[in-house]
């Protein structure tokens, strides 16, 4: 694990969800605040995916940063 202190947030953020900063690593776990708080689990649904869909994540677990990116960035855009 990383921890990072974050000095300019504005930038960091116009990188994270704009940018291709942290679309590599994996999403465990995030929560985004809001008008409410809502909650990211980073786990992949099983059950959502056919069988080629799933054969093609090649046993991974986790979500990438990237494909839970857009859904994070309309959240905080409202």
């Not at 504005?10 to 985004?32: C, H, P, Q, S, V």
């Not at 809001?34 to 056919?50: A, I, K, M, Q, V």
Request: with cysteine.
């Amino acid at each position: 694990m990383i921890g990072l202190s974050i000095l300019d947030i504005k930038n960091f953020m116009a990188g994270i969800l704009t940018g291709t900063m942290f679309d590599k690593f994996y999403l465990r776990d995030g929560e985004i605040q809001t008008f409410t708080e809502f909650h990211l689990g980073g786990y992949l649904n099983r059950p959502y995916f056919d069988s080629e869909e799933w054969e093609a994540l090649e046993g991974r677990e986790l979500c990438l940063w990237s494909e839970v990116k857009p859904f994070a960035f309309q959240l905080i855009k409202g």
